[in-house]
């Protein structure tokens, strides 16, 4: 379609400026008296980057056309127009053509007749394949198309088909070239032991270029049907900004048995009538988007809609987490309100309605080499127990940050800098409602960074190593935050610890988000980061190995908490923290092996290991080895994670991929899921997946599953 416009446009006003040049295999015939040129016998005219190649040219200059007659090539980039009749004004700059075939790598169109200029392009009769023709293309037929200023395709009476059987119908379609395709389409069809039989559907139609709508439409023999409207939308303008986003919507009338419906997370029996809605927004506006709007909506009807019906989505998205985010950036500041809520009532959110806050990034106090930063923020937070196991907690909240640093370069590999903060925090309520609270917390504490430099010309042709630098980069970073636990009683304590997270807590007032669950610290953390590259013939170079050590050693140290407000009972802190040992190893480019290790060195005991690695040959073949092994996990039988996964891909040709997943639970004992793939094109417009998938040990869906997955290629 650009090559249309190409035709009635660029290529026509190279032909006005540039004179063309003409050759052909026979003689070339002048007729003076009309001044008239003829070529005949593979005649070919060239004009800039267009070449007209046909049986027979007629170049009238009088007229300032220039006609080609049977078997027409005309190529212009990436375009190539064939036809036995095409016709050239170039001094007015139009077209027309009939019978013709055009394309490129990603759009075909048949159409009776064409004609028009360099801004507007008119088709009759068109046929337009989204790939290359074939049994399987998806293409559309309109009665008349208009290719507007080379970027967008106005079509009438449209009729969509799949090879040559139709199978929808629009009055009218508009869509950008660049945007590939005026069709989204992804389906789903197999058997599960829970669903039976089943046909899961994804479709949208582009209606206008900033918008493609559609419909979920499943069918389960056990279950029944699930229907929901989906969008996908994207829009911008030089002035205004941008923003782009997309809604997922079902229901079903669930017919399922109460054994197949099951229970929530929570052990309640789930309801017949289940849906979900999701939807993500995002939005830069002003002309430098300097405003940044962020939405994200996850509202289901229990814990396991998703899980049920919408694997893909529940796999990407676990923890449901619905927010309505504005953030404007200044040049070094940053003002923000977020709104978060709790449409679910199988989760406890820490609900914002909303947060307020003003953010002044470390800036230097008038060239003094002293840098300041300022948060300040305001915050109406509430928490509900979706089973009524605490009452609902609330909070009007005023929060104050002040930091001050002053880096100072002792030497050329070492730099201290010290750190001292004042924290402010006014509660409007509190606890039992026993008026406001006002808590006052200072910090000081010092940074010190080292940094060191090694090399070496060592040479290794079978790793491709072509000499070494070791980066060592030592790091220490000590707080104390005297009294911080002050109106623990007082305090409602929505913004507090997780309750299980294997990583460091963020060290310091300044990054800490539990402001609600605050206790005395003490403490030195040391760090070590080290760092060995050598020379890449490509890149500069790579990284061959990184192992990062961290620990921290603490003078003052949390005591036990108890169970309260739906929170776990946590253990009394250690004197040290868990060990953090990461290493990411490359040797060569078609091996990477990463690995974690967390020890208690209070008790000597390693709670943590979790490794992988991936060997790759091209694009031929891959396969990763990993494993998880966590011991003192809250809310499992015996603490106790120990998994193994194998996930391998070998591909046969451009066109099919074999592929196994393998996952083992050593502590079950079981192999918890096979997966065994082939994907593979239908023609050149369809990706389809064929899995046989075989789960056990889980809380649902066990047991075998086929499953045959079709989506429309996005070019």
Do not use: C
């Amino acid at each position: 379609m650009t090559g249309l416009a190409l035709l009635g446009g660029s290529l026509l006003a190279h032909a006005q400026v540039v004179p063309p040049e003409l050759s052909a295999d026979e003689p070339i015939e002048f007729d003076a008296e009309n001044n008239r040129m003829t070529a005949r016998g593979n005649a070919i005219l060239d004009n800039d980057d267009m070449r007209v190649r046909a049986d027979r040219i007629v170049f009238e200059q009088d007229e300032s056309t220039v006609k080609a007659k049977k078997e027409v090539s005309i190529k212009s980039g990436n375009f190539r127009l064939l036809t036995d009749n095409a016709e050239y004004d170039y001094f007015n700059r139009t077209f027309y053509a009939d019978d013709f075939r055009l394309g490129n790598d990603s759009v075909y169109v048949l159409g009776k007749q064409a004609q028009g200029d360099k801004d507007n392009v008119e088709v009759d009769n068109a046929r337009i394949y989204i790939q290359e023709p074939d049994m399987f293309a998806l293409n559309l037929n309109a009665d008349k198309l208009t290719l507007v200023n080379q970027e967008t395709v106005a079509m009438d009476d449209v009729v969509f088909r799949i090879g040559e059987v139709p199978f929808f119908y629009l009055p009218y379609v508009e869509y950008d070239v660049q945007d590939g395709s005026p069709v989204q389409y992804t389906g789903n069809i197999g058997q599960q032991n829970d669903l039976g039989f089943y046909w899961q559907n994804a479709i949208a139609f582009r209606f206008i270029p900033e918008l493609a709508a559609g419909l979920n439409i499943d069918g389960y023999t056990k279950r029944g049907v699930l229907a929901g409207p989906i969008l996908d939308y994207n829009w911008s303008d030089p002035d205004l900004g941008s923003m782009s986003g997309w809604l997922d919507t079902g229901y079903i009338h669930d017919e399922g048995s109460p054994s197949e419906l099951g229970t929530d997370v929570l052990g309640r029996p789930i309801q017949p009538d289940r849906w979900f809605i999701e939807w993500r927004h995002k939005q830069y506006a002003l002309e430098d988007e300097s405003l940044e709007i962020t939405a994200s909506l996850s509202w289901w009807s229990d814990s396991y809609v998703e899980r049920d019906f919408r694997e893909g989505l529940y796999e990407d998205n676990q923890q449901p987490d619905s927010f309505l985010e504005t953030t404007y950036r200044g040049e070094n500041w940053y003002l923000d309100a977020i709104a978060r809520v709790q449409p679910n009532n199988f989760q406890t959110v820490a609900q914002r309605l909303p947060e307020i806050r003003f953010d002044l990034m470390p800036t230097e106090i008038f060239e003094t080499g002293a840098y300041q930063r300022l948060d300040v923020s305001y915050a109406t937070l509430q928490e509900n127990s979706p089973t009524g196991a605490f009452q609902t907690l609330e909070s009007n909240r005023v929060n104050a940050y002040y930091g001050l640093t002053y880096p100072i370069a002792a030497t050329d590999w070492m730099t201290i800098t010290p750190v001292a903060g004042v924290m402010a925090t006014h509660y409007a309520v509190t606890l039992g409602n026993n008026g406001s609270y006002t808590r006052v917390l200072g910090e000081f504490g010092v940074d010190v960074d080292l940094s060191a430099v090694g090399v070496w010309d060592y040479q290794n042709e079978f790793w491709e190593i072509d000499g070494l630098r070791h980066f060592l980069q030592p790091t220490i970073q000590y707080r104390y935050i005297p009294g911080a636990q002050a109106g623990d009683t007082e305090i409602p304590p929505i913004d507090r610890l997780a309750s299980f997270d294997t990583y460091l807590e963020p060290i310091g007032l300044a990054n800490k988000r539990n402001i609600d669950d605050l206790y005395e610290e003490n403490a030195i953390r040391v760090g070590v980061q080290n760092i060995f590259q050598t020379r890449d013939p490509e890149y500069g170079s790579r990284d061959l190995l990184e192992v990062d050590l961290y620990q921290e050693f603490r003078f003052a140290t949390r005591p036990a908490q108890p169970a309260r407000f739906g929170q776990s009972a946590t253990p009394a802190q250690q004197d040290y923290s868990d060990t953090y040992l990461v290493i990411d190893f490359s040797p060569a480019y078609w091996v990477n092996f990463g690995a974690l290790f967390r020890i208690d060195p209070n008790k000597l005991n390693l709670d943590e290991v979790t490794t992988g690695v991936r060997f790759t040959d091209g694009e031929e073949w891959t396969v990763f080895f990993g494993n998880d092994y966590v011991t003192d996990v809250s809310g499992v039988s015996g603490g106790v994670i120990n998994q193994f996964v194998v996930d391998a891909r070998y591909r046969l040709d451009s066109r099919n991929q074999l592929g196994a997943y393998w996952s083992i639970d050593a502590r079950l004992g079981e192999l918890t899921e096979q997966t065994y793939l082939w994907e593979t094109m239908l023609g050149n417009s369809w990706e389809a997946t064929f899995a046989i998938i075989h789960t056990s040990g889980s809380s649902r869906q066990n047991g075998f599953k086929f499953q045959v997955s079709v989506s429309l290629v996005r070019i």
